[in-house]
């Protein structure tokens, strides 16, 4: 089984919205920590949001925070990620990722798994 498999992009107009997600296996969805991370064209990989395994703790990018929500079904091996308020600068190819617990959750170095990406796309 793919560790994980990410879906839920597509094209919509600022303002709008958009719900991610990515499906792991059992395995890693008890074992490691999933994050979201996404790669805008011309940039480098960018925090987007996490959740911790250990204790469901959260963490989002302040570019975020406060219209992107992450979240998790243990009941589906799933963690989604809530996307409201679109705007341009959100269009990227969105992964999500697989790491044990570290200092470098956020920098995205050193993930286990990554999945294959969803394309995102906010038109003005």
């Known amino acids: 089984q793919v560790p994980l498999v990410e879906s839920g992009g597509g094209l919509v107009q600022t303002g709008g919205s958009l719900r991610l997600s990515c499906v792991a296996s059992?395995?890693?969805?008890?074992?490691?920590?999933i994050g979201w991370f996404r790669r805008a064209p011309g940039k480098d990989r960018e925090f987007v949001a996490i959740?911790?395994?250990?204790?469901?703790?959260?963490k989002y990018a302040d570019s975020v925070k406060g219209r992107f929500t992450i979240s998790r079904d243990s009941a589906k091996n799933t963690v989604f990620l809530q996307m409201d308020n679109l705007e341009p600068d959100d269009t990227a190819v969105y992964f999500c990722g697989a790491s044990v617990d570290s200092s470098l959750l956020l920098t995205g170095r050193g993930y286990t798994y990554w999945g294959q990406g969803t394309q995102v796309t906010v038109s003005s």
């Open positions: 959740i911790r395994r250990a204790d469901g703790s959260i």
């Open positions: 059992a395995r890693t969805f008890s074992a490691y920590s």
